[in-house]
Structures are given as structure tokens and as C-alpha cells.
């Protein structure tokens, strides 16, 4: 089939990859505009305008995906299907209507479950054991419309969103080459979701990133995971910002109160509402990461210092 892929993050680029491997012709892409990132604030292309690039192919970067212009073009390269891949901007029924075999989206969820924009994160945050990728065709609805076929992944007690995110973006890179082959042959229908099971899946920020020590241990190790790496787990120290990377659980620890800090030479623990975590990597303001037991060295805590207010 001709194809024009769409999509933006590094997530999205084993999918057009495996897309340009395939048998199908990935005729252009369609990304996110250049934007300003990284520590220089320099505008940048995205990480899939930059994998086509390479391949030599048409790039189209509309403000919005109802751009005339952008129509336009769409309707000049006359896609059989669109396969879509986090392309992060609304779809209108206008351009949804264009190829004959509609718009695919690659979703990192086992739909009806965790609809929305940041699936793997609440997966880990909610203690899922398992998550998966899911492709579908695009409905105006926000990831209600009919699926064509899924993948499981297996959520481990120490994964990071990150680290789940990428072994799901090849997973699901190859389910979405298989999607494609079964829509040519005619041998791949769309089914309509379950109607139980939803759930939603919001884009957590960093206000949703400070960690509470007042919480349960296991809840802090969730959400430290899940903010790992975007948007960041932090807490305060001394009255600055600090940011924290997975931690331990541990059973056999001391009882600390809820923030409080016991550093020795091996380890650094710190109070929760029921078990005390062991800290991992720490970065303070103006720092570079370094393992907990090296920042402790620097900082001495006192014997009532805590994180968090």
C-alpha cells in the first residue's frame, strides 16, 4: 500500500523504520512543527522529521492537520492508508476521510484501557502487571475507534515508563506492519471495542511529579517509576528542588518517619507512611546526577532533615 506514516517522538520512529523495511511504500511523513528543545532552547526538528530526512522523504509540518495546504497535498499523494504513530495534534473528519483505508493508530495500551496521552505511565503508576500496544482505526473520539489487533507486554516490578515505552515501540512496531499487510489482503477487520474496561490516561505534569512521603512506599516507587523520565520525580531539600530516580523498597528497614533521611556509607533511606525507600540515583539544582550515598557525603544530613515540605 502507499502509506504517509505520522508521527513525532523518538517512540514513533521504530514504526516508520519498520514501515520503510516493509513492503508497503512510505510515500511522506507528516510531524509536529520544529520546536524549541533541549538545554540550548534551540528549535528542532522532531525526532521522526529527523529519520526521514534521512530516508529521503517528503516531510509535511503543518501548524494543524486541517490545513488547506496540507489537505491538499494529502490529497495529491493519495495514501491508501494512513499509519499513525503519537503524531500528538487532532484529526479532523476532513482529513480522516482522505485515504481509502482510513488513519491506523499505533496506541501503547490494551484499548479500552488507558485511553489518552500517557498510557505506559499510569500502567506502571496503577501497579498494572501487564500492558501492551493496541492499533485501531482513528475515530473523532478520542482512541474509541474499532481495533485490529494487539500485543501484551509484561510490566516488571522495576521498569521505568521508560524503559517500557521502548520495548514497546518495537513490539508495536512490528504489530503495525502486520496491520497494514492484513488491510491489503482484506484479511484483517476492525472490531469494535469492549464497551467495560475504559479507562483514561492523562498527560501527568511536573506539579503531578512531587513526591509524597507521606504516602505508602509502594505508592512512591510507582509514581517515582512512572515519572521516569519525563516528566521527572522530584521533592525538595532544604528549600530547593531536588529530583529523585527509582527507588527500593525495604522491608526490613528501619521506621522512619514520612520524609525523614538516615544515610550510613552504604545507603541512603528515606521515611514513607509505611516501609522506608532506599534512594537511587539524585540530581540538586545546578548538579549532575550521582548515586544517593555520594550526594549524602555532600549535603550531611541532620538527624531530623527530610524531603518534601
Not at 83 to 101: C, N, Q, S, T
Not at 209 to 224: C, K, N
Not at 275 to 290: C, D, I, N, S, Y
Request: charged share 25%.
Amino acid at each position: 500500500m502507499l502509506l504517509v506514516f505520522a508521527g513525532t517522538p523518538e517512540t514513533a520512529v521504530p514504526s516508520l523504520r519498520a514501515l520503510l523495511d516493509s513492503r508497503h511504500e512510505v510515500a511522506a511523513v507528516l510531524t509536529r512543527p520544529d520546536a524549541v528543545a533541549g538545554r540550548g532552547r534551540k528549535v528542532r526538528q522532531s525526532p521522526v522529521a529527523e529519520a526521514a530526512a534521512e530516508a529521503g522523504l517528503e516531510i509535511l509540518k503543518p501548524e494543524k492537520a486541517s490545513d488547506p495546504d496540507f489537505l491538499r497535498r494529502l490529497r495529491a499523494i493519495g495514501p491508501d492508508c494512513c499509519p499513525v504513530v503519537a503524531y500528538g495534534a487532532l484529526l479532523r473528519r476532513e482529513a480522516l476521510d482522505i485515504p481509502a483505508h482510513g488513519w491506523v493508530n499505533l496506541h501503547f495500551s490494551l484499548l479500552p484501557a488507558w485511553r489518552g496521552a500517557a498510557p505506559v505511565q499510569h500502567a506502571v503508576l496503577h501497579g498494572d502487571d501487564v500492558t501492551g500496544a493496541t492499533t485501531f482505526e482513528i475515530e473523532e473520539d478520542l482512541d474509541s475507534g474499532p481495533v485490529y489487533g494487539t500485543v501484551t507486554e509484561p510490566i516488571g516490578e522495576r521498569d521505568t515508563s521508560g524503559e517500557l515505552l521502548t520495548r514497546l515501540s518495537h513490539a508495536g512496531a512490528d504489530l503495525l506492519v502486520r496491520t497494514m499487510d492484513g488491510i491489503e489482503s482484506g484479511e484483517l477487520v476492525a472490531r469494535p471495542q469492549q464497551g467495560d474496561g475504559t479507562s483514561y490516561a492523562s498527560k501527568l505534569t511536573p506539579a503531578d511529579a512531587e513526591i509524597d512521603f507521606g504516602s505508602p512506599a509502594m505508592r512512591v516507587d510507582r509514581l517515582i517509576r512512572a515519572c521516569t523520565p519525563v516528566p521527572g520525580a522530584w521533592s525538595t531539600f532544604r528549600g530547593a528542588r531536588i529530583k529523585l530516580g527509582p527507588v527500593v523498597v525495604v522491608p526490613d528497614g528501619p521506621r522512619l518517619a514520612p520524609g525523614r533521611i538516615a544515610a550510613d556509607k552504604q545507603r541512603v533511606l528515606v521515611g514513607t507512611a509505611t516501609r522506608p525507600v532506599e534512594l537511587g540515583e539524585v540530581q540538586a539544582q545546578g548538579k549532575r546526577r550521582m548515586d544517593a550515598v555520594e550526594w549524602a557525603r555532600g549535603v550531611r544530613p541532620g538527624d531530623d532533615e527530610r524531603l518534601g515540605g
